[in-house]
């Protein structure tokens, strides 16, 4: 568990839990606090978080938002009450080459089970779509993440490098309040994915050139399958990130007016970096219907290059049958079993057959050529 008290642009961390005032049911200190866990030690500690919570903030999480923060399963959407608001997104985050498909990762598998249900490309097993869940109160940020969350780790990192004195000087502003420290994970998470748009667009490019090969057998449709199947389960994913940030995004409109000229500004701040990262989960959406898109193209015009090279076949054994009828027509009436036939017993009929054979071959390869029929493919 890491612990961030956030205040006069500094950041200090610690693994203790606040301690409640003494006399007062909000938090004397300035600033908030920033209480980042695991879900197993959410789990372990509920108890004690629960009692931070109330000491810190007044209240507790209700049972049924405690279950969502445990749910290891659940979509991303968003909730709220008078005292919190609560809003579990799927992250998108870059994992290890190790790393299971996309909607079968789940915390309580041991890592040697997970390899064994590994499929599909490389590129689509990087994606990690475990959920964060973030409860947003008024001095206090509670988010759980999945066990060993990069995510956190590396905007943890971020955080404690934007309150050194280097970072105040070239202009890096800390979070000014637990909502938006939150939308700042949250856009983390989202780019997560977008760095692995090169990766994917490669990898999709790849099976197009192997499937648009006229002379190659493409055997890997195990593979082609499952993108498409994580590609359709990512578009869903993105969905309900979109509908859950987007009703984040109205409850802002309903808060009421700052009473002073700074909150306004920060409410506005808020709303901008809400639509900010709205629109990059839009291009998320954007970049995977395509790459959907692009596999079931890619899958049409193999099939249709398929059908064009069959297409091509049956025409050269038409032309050939067509060449060859005439000649069979020939041999078979010379080979009838009677006994008194024309010029079959000359000493040229062999030699006028044959002729004649041969000026059939030309004419039916010239009129065939004409049609167009034995013509060469560019």
């Not at 866990?37 to 931070?52: N, P």
């Not at 055997?219 to 969905?239: F, G, P």
């Not at 079931?296 to 297409?311: D, G, Y």
Request: aromatic fraction near 8%; charge should be negative.
């Amino acid at each position: 568990m890491r612990v961030f008290h956030i205040a006069a642009g500094k950041v200090t961390e610690t693994d203790v839990l606040p301690e409640a005032p003494a006399s007062s049911t909000t938090p004397t200190t300035p600033g908030f606090i920033w209480i980042a866990c695991t879900r197993s030690e959410f789990e372990a500690r509920q108890a004690d978080i629960q009692a931070a919570l109330q000491g810190l903030t007044g209240t507790q999480l209700v049972d049924l938002h405690v279950s969502d923060l445990l749910n290891r399963q659940l979509p991303s959407h968003y909730d709220y009450t008078s005292q919190y608001d609560i809003l579990v997104f799927r992250r998108l985050a870059a994992r290890s080459a190790d790393a299971e498909p996309l909607g079968l990762i789940d915390e309580a598998i041991p890592t040697p089970l997970r390899s064994k249900r590994q499929s599909g490309p490389p590129v689509l097993r990087r994606i990690d779509t475990s959920p964060v869940a973030f409860a947003v109160f008024d001095q206090v940020l509670l988010t759980v993440h999945p066990t060993d969350c990069s995510v956190r780790d590396a905007y943890a990192l971020k955080l404690l490098n934007a309150s050194s004195a280097e970072s105040r000087a070239a202009g890096v502003k800390l979070p000014t309040s637990p909502a938006d420290l939150m939308l700042r994970v949250i856009n983390l998470m989202v780019d997560g994915y977008l760095e692995l748009r090169r990766d994917l667009t490669k990898q999709m490019d790849h099976w197009q050139s192997e499937l648009l090969k006229p002379s190659a057998r493409f055997n890997n449709w195990s593979s082609v399958l499952d993108a498409r199947l994580a590609l359709h389960h990512l578009d869903e994913i993105c969905e309900d990130q979109r509908s859950a940030l987007q009703d984040w995004v109205d409850s802002i409109e309903t808060w009421p007016e700052g009473a002073t000229p700074g909150l306004q500004r920060e409410r506005e701040l808020l709303k901008v970096r809400s639509r900010d990262v709205l629109e990059h989960i839009e291009r998320v959406v954007h970049h995977v219907r395509r790459m959907e898109q692009s596999a079931e193209t890619a899958v049409q015009m193999h099939f249709s290059v398929q059908s064009n090279r069959t297409n091509d076949i049956m025409r050269t054994l038409t032309a050939l049958t067509a060449i060859f009828l005439p000649l069979n027509l020939i041999t078979g009436f010379f080979g009838m079993n009677f006994e008194f036939m024309p010029i079959i017993h000359s000493f040229a009929g062999f030699w006028w057959t044959l002729g004649c054979m041969i000026f059939l071959i030309v004419v039916a390869v010239a009129l065939l050529w004409r049609k167009r029929y034995l013509a060469q493919k560019n």
